[in-house]
C-alpha cells in the first residue's frame, strides 16, 4: 500500500481477493492522477502504486504481443530473422512508440497483482530520498561519501 499520495505513478485498483488469498484482480488501471484524487486512492486502502513489474510465461506474453501489437511484432520477428545488423535500425525506426502498460496490460485479460512489501523505493523525489537516508543512514552516507570522493561504485551494487 503507498504510505503518501503520489502523483508521480499510477496506481492498480484492486478488486477481489484470489483463490490462493496473496493476489488481487486488478479491477483498473488508473494513470497519475491529480493530488486529491491520490489522496482518495490512499484513503480508500484499495489501491497499490503500480511498480510498473509484471510477470508472464513466455507464451503468454508473445499471445498478448499477437494480439495487442502485432505490427509490432512483425517488426521484431523481420529483425529476428536477419543475420544482417544493418536491419535492426530501420526495423526499429518503423516501431511506433507506445506504452507496454497501455498497449498490453490494461487489454490483458484476468490480471492479477501482489503487494510487494520489499521495502522498494523509488527516489525520484526529495522527499523519498530523505526517507531513504532516514531508514538506512551508514549506507547513503557512505553512498554520499563514495560520490563525493570520485569513488567506484559497483560494490555498492550487490
Not at 23 to 30: E, G, L, P, Q, Y
Not at 61 to 71: G, K
Request: some cysteine; proline content about 4%.
Amino acid at each position: 500500500m503507498p504510505k503518501r499520495a503520489e502523483t508521480g505513478f499510477g496506481y492498480i485498483e484492486r478488486g477481489e481477493t484470489g483463490r490462493e488469498g496473496a493476489s488481487f484482480r486488478v479491477r483498473a488501471f488508473h494513470e497519475k492522477p491529480s493530488l486529491n484524487v491520490a489522496k482518495e486512492y490512499l484513503s480508500s486502502g484499495r489501491y497499490f502504486i503500480n511498480s510498473g513489474i509484471a510477470l508472464f510465461s513466455a507464451s503468454t506474453l508473445l499471445d498478448y504481443a499477437e494480439s495487442y501489437l502485432p505490427e509490432l511484432l512483425g517488426h521484431v520477428r523481420t529483425a529476428l530473422s536477419h543475420d544482417s545488423k544493418p536491419i535492426l535500425r530501420p526495423a526499429y525506426a518503423a516501431c511506433k512508440g507506445v506504452s507496454f502498460d497501455n498497449a498490453v496490460l490494461e487489454g490483458a485479460i484476468d490480471k492479477r497483482c501482489f503487494e510487494l512489501k520489499t521495502g522498494w523505493s523509488d527516489l525520484g523525489t526529495m522527499e523519498s530520498l530523505r526517507e531513504a537516508a532516514m531508514s538506512y543512514p551508514s549506507e547513503v552516507g557512505s553512498l554520499f561519501n563514495a560520490i563525493k570522493e570520485g569513488l567506484p561504485l559497483n560494490h555498492f551494487m550487490t
